[in-house]
């Protein structure tokens, strides 16, 4: 029989795309929603709620519930700052884990988790991008020699989502948007990105993603950035201090050159989901990919304001991932982006901020 494996999803406070696209793989089964008692009452309705949705029990405790349901992987989607606990302390249970991106907030935290999944030998699978139809194909393209060797590369990636009230809009004298508050309002409508109480930059948050994107096409490490960010559309990013939008320049070792422009650029900017595309120049020619593509836009009168017209098709990236990450169990492989991978993403970023701050160009360490 085909072996199935037993996830404990340890908290689900964001949009739970990390649980649902684990549980779109038929060999991982969610059995138990678990997180710490003493966190506050928004935390323990969002677990309920999801527990709910999968008719799987929701306990107060990590460990009992690790303990009791007999599970195998963690499947972890809190808040950004505690994403590194929550995942250790699944490892050290020995179980193999699943985490929703940014990897952390801290560099120092990364190191610490994957010294936990390299003494464990468990397998760590940060979520990620990486095998959507578009990019998969640049990476067969590649493969087969369509460009010749990789010299340089641009990747924008825009999401047109709000994030509340626009730049500028904050009267004065009223008091600064609070991160948490407006993550936890915003909630309801998808609108939100980095729940938590520490404010998380766009670069921080989803550069994850294009950094995934560039170590798939050019196999790669990042050796020095320069960077610029800047909190441009929205006043909640200006009020807590973090970038909605940043501009990075790369050097890669191999003498590889890249560049990176992030942000949340708000619905106005795009018609749809936003322009994400990646651009290759090679030896012997050049690659453009859109990320979206395959897709059909739908277009009806009764479309809801906040839908995206344009709909993906062929998309299986949740089951790949997942077949992915059950492949590494069984052969003892690496996945697809693993924890020494998640934390040169995180070291990049850290630099790429660092450098943002300093107005020069830092090193990854």
């Not at 249970?93 to 999944?117: F, I, T, W, Y």
């Not at 991008?129 to 998969?136: D, F, G, H, I, W």
């Not at 992915?324 to 003892?332: K, P, T, V």
Request: net charge neutral; charged share 25%; aromatic share 6%.
């Amino acid at each position: 029989m085909t072996k199935r494996w037993r996830c404990a999803v340890l908290s689900v406070v964001k949009h739970a795309y990390v649980p649902r696209g684990v549980a779109a793989h038929p060999r991982f089964e969610l059995v138990v929603v678990a997180d710490d008692a003493d966190q506050p009452d928004w935390v323990h309705e969002r677990n309920q709620r999801f527990a709910d949705e999968q008719k799987i029990p929701y306990v107060r405790s990590v460990e009992r519930a690790v303990r009791d349901f007999g599970a195998e992987v963690a499947v972890v989607s809190s808040e950004a700052e505690r994403h590194v606990g929550l995942s250790i302390r699944a490892v050290e249970a020995g179980l193999h884990v699943v985490q929703d991106k940014p990897m952390s907030n801290r560099l120092s935290e990364c190191d610490r988790l994957v010294a936990a999944v390299e003494r464990a030998g468990v397998k760590f699978l940060m979520w990620n991008r990486s095998l959507l139809p578009a990019v998969k194909e640049a990476r067969a393209q590649l493969d087969a020699g369509a460009i010749g060797a990789v010299r340089s590369v641009h990747i924008d990636f825009y999401f047109a989502k709000d994030a509340g009230p626009p730049k500028g809009s904050r009267n004065s004298g009223e008091p600064p948007l609070d991160w948490l508050e407006y993550q936890r309002g915003a909630h309801r409508d998808g609108s939100d990105g980095a729940v938590g109480r520490e404010p998380l930059g766009e670069l921080a948050n989803e550069g994850i993603y294009p950094l995934g994107y560039l170590d798939l096409l050019c196999r790669a490490a990042v050796r020095r950035v320069f960077a610029r960010t800047a909190a441009h559309f929205h006043q909640v990013n200006v009020d807590n201090g973090v970038e909605d939008l940043a501009t990075v320049s790369l050097e890669l070792e191999g003498g590889l050159t890249a560049s990176l422009c992030v942000g949340r650029v708000g619905r106005a900017a795009h018609p749809d989901l936003g322009e994400i595309r990646l651009h290759l120049v090679g030896t012997r020619g050049a690659l453009v990919v859109a990320e979206a593509r395959p897709e059909v836009a739908i277009h009806r009168r009764e479309t809801a304001p906040r839908s995206f017209p344009h709909v993906r098709v062929a998309g299986d990236l949740d089951y790949l991932l997942m077949e992915n990450f059950a492949r590494a169990i069984e052969r003892n492989e690496p996945t697809l982006l693993d924890a020494r991978l998640g934390r040169r993403i995180c070291a990049t970023v850290t630099a790429a901020l660092e450098s943002a701050r300093l107005g020069q160009p830092v090193t990854v360490h």
